[in-house]
């Protein structure tokens, strides 16, 4: 049996205004598992994630890689923990392609000649190359999304979490990133309303409503559950 | 060929020619117009449109009139002017720093000249993001257009969401720096060092403000 990398048991979340975003939330991920987190808008998938690697912290218990999520381990989850946001805008925040891959590579104390080397191959896996010089405001919304990718995948984490990985990539270029995602040996956690991208790239789906995981399974068994499934597209 | 050179050998050219210029006291008048033959010969050899340049630097103008009027009100036109010139020489060479250089490597040779790194972060963010709240903001005129037009009072909603926006965004961004390990502050990246074509350049362009200066001196 696999090791588990995620293991969430009875998260519970309210924001500061008291909306209450999850509800008892059990979670459990292992090695090398690709999962897809179905539901709808507000379902609380985007708030769930952002607990893996202790942005938000809620009541119940998270744990990553055999450690629980509480501040003093919170600097090694997120060396484990990669997350792709869904607002690539909001993601690469420095001045060049280059400057934004290398990023994590210097919080982890990378020498520059290492994060360089290791953001180019990065950067070729997303098929970003030659793109290092380039301001992020002047990439097409597709290009910044394969750059927010490269800065995660730089740092080689254990467990890749992907907001809506597919939002604003056209058709090839979701393609490729179903291979990538295919390829790559992480755990992967993927939020996304596309049922043939989930089916492309994970072997089981969550689906949340209200704050709470209603369902899993496979994906298209989930999907067609709730009325998502492929044939309603 | 100016841009080829080093940010480093640009800033210190920069820093010796506003020295120079904030310095000057006598002869101010014709100092100034063979400082702005250098500067527009550096505009030209760096094959940027002169009008362009020449006109955008103007923009600093209103601001220095309202501290020039001040000066001229309390009887010292002489000051007044020497405002007025130094200030726009001033913007020029920054404008002309800021144009032959990409601002990444502004900012990572500002950042291993010690410069405060606050300052450098807003810099940098309000370079990144200035494109984006535009976008965004155009984005909301257009919608508002389609439906009838903005008028003053669904001018200011728009403000006000315009600024909410923002701020979400800045939570976001912080969000996804921590989540890449930021820990208060910036790591960058190694900056290049000076080639020899670089030395020559800082010494030769550098000496050319205290060249028109000294010949200016000495003539008058």
Known sequence: ?233 | MIHRRAAGAKLAVAAVFLVTVATAHRHLLALSAGWLVVLVSGVLVAKLPVGGIVSRTAAVLPFSALFALFSWMEGFPQTALGLMVKSYLSALVVLLLVATTPLPELVRTLESARAPQFLLMVVQFLYRYIFVVVEEAVNMRTAAAMRGGLRFQAAAGALATLFARSYSRAEHIHRAMIARGFQGHFRSMATGTLAAGDVIFAFTAGALPLLVRTLGEVLL
Request: hydrophobic share 45%.
């Open chain 1, 1 to 233: 049996m696999r090791r588990p990398v995620v293991d969430v048991n009875g998260l519970q979340y309210s924001y500061p205004d008291g909306t209450q975003a999850l509800r008892g939330v059990n979670f459990h991920l292992e090695a090398g598992e690709a999962v897809a987190l179905l539901g709808a808008n507000g379902s609380g998938k985007t708030t769930f994630a952002l607990h893996i690697n202790g942005l938000l912290r809620g009541r119940g218990s998270v744990s990553v890689c055999g450690m629980e999520v509480e501040p003093r381990s919170l600097a090694l989850v997120r060396r484990k923990v990669g997350m792709v946001f869904q607002d690539a805008d909001s993601q690469l925040f420095m001045p060049s392609v280059l400057e934004d891959v290398t990023f994590g590579l210097l919080n982890q104390g990378l020498s520059s000649e290492d994060a360089c080397e290791r953001a180019r191959v990065a950067l070729r896996q997303t098929g970003m190359a030659g793109a290092e010089t380039r301001a992020p405001h002047h990439l097409s919304a597709g290009e910044k999304r394969r750059v927010a990718l490269a800065g995660i995948l730089a740092l080689d984490p254990e467990i890749l979490v992907l907001d809506e990985p597919t939002t604003y990539l056209d058709p090839p270029g979701q393609r490729a990133l179903a291979d990538l995602l295919r390829a790559l040996p992480q755990a992967k956690i993927l939020i996304t309303h596309d049922v043939p991208f989930a089916h492309a790239t994970c072997s089981r789906a969550v689906f949340f409503h209200d704050g709470a995981v209603v369902a899993e399974g496979p994906v298209e068994a989930v999907a067609a559950r709730f009325g998502w499934g492929l044939a309603a597209r």
